[in-house]
């Protein structure tokens, strides 16, 4: 009895398989035949699968960003509390740093080797797929979500250029710091989230020298207020009738 070959499943191993020599070798340097020889398969299999190079490129873009989108998702399904489900996607973000720059690669090549509306569809079809799988997973606005996305595909280009992990970590812990108060404090005590925002934006966010000057002038304006409260008053004299 033949076997039943399921085909969405082995299009997805096709795929993966694949996903080294696109990302790390470039769409123009490499060619069907050789892509078939690499993961073990025929020329025929794969243009049965894929009728072009072109289109493998945009079904693997396409796959690879759901099925990370779908992967934190269900991660995050039993988690009740938002500081936990937060806490499980910042171990995430660092986990997949190699999957993130391979996206980026493929993006790029996409952009350069393809049909522009077709690569705006798949741009846009991951970037709605991840902004509203992390809306909906960390309750926060869509707004705020994309953001997020943006911020990812930028550390993504920009760990190109280091050899290691260390400061796309160092990069997701800073991340962490900034996100933190809005996403996981605010939901249970709004001013708690404000003054904990407030205190990362004084040692984070600010100029050391500007929030030095901005210390100072407080420490100035308290000191002549209290000089003003403590100086004597003149009681003016009553004129004689």
Same mark, same amino acid.
């Given at each position: ?14 795929? +993966? ?25 025929? &020329? ?50 660092? +986990? $997949? ?72 970590? $160092? ?5 962490? @710091? ?22 990362? @934006?004084? &040692? ?6 500007? &929030?030095? $000057?901005? &210390?100072?002038?407080?420490?100035? $304006?308290? @000191? ?18």
């Amino acid at each position: 009895m033949p076997k039943i070959v399921n085909r969405n499943e082995y299009r997805q191993k096709l795929l +993966e398989k694949s996903l080294y020599l696109f990302s790390r070798k470039g769409y123009h340097n490499i060619n069907m035949k050789e892509i078939a020889a690499e993961i073990g398969v025929s &020329t025929g299999t794969l243009y049965h699968y894929f009728p072009s190079k072109e289109n493998m490129l945009a079904e693997m873009i396409a796959w690879i960003g759901d099925k990370n989108v779908e992967e934190y998702i269900q991660r995050t399904s039993s988690i009740e509390s938002i500081k936990d489900r937060f806490d499980m996607i910042v171990d995430f973000w660092k +986990e $997949k740093s190699e999957l993130y720059e391979n996206i980026v690669l493929l993006a790029i090549d996409m952009y350069r080797n393809t049909d522009i509306e077709q690569w705006k569809a798949v741009y846009s079809f991951f970037s709605e797929r991840y902004t509203a799988g992390m809306s909906e997973r960390l309750n926060i606005s869509r707004q705020f979500a994309r953001s997020i996305f943006i911020y990812f595909i930028g550390l993504s280009f920009h760990s190109l250029a280091f050899d290691g992990d260390g400061e796309y970590n $160092k990069q997701i812990d800073f991340l962490d @710091t900034i996100f933190r108060p809005p996403i996981v404090d605010a939901p249970e005590d709004m001013e708690k989230a404000a003054q904990n925002f407030k205190k990362v @934006t004084r &040692t984070f966010l600010m100029n050391s020298l500007v &929030t030095e $000057k901005a &210390t100072m002038a407080k420490k100035i $304006k308290s @000191t002549r207020m209290k000089k003003a409260e403590t100086k004597p008053k003149k009681v003016k004299a009553k004129r004689k009738a």
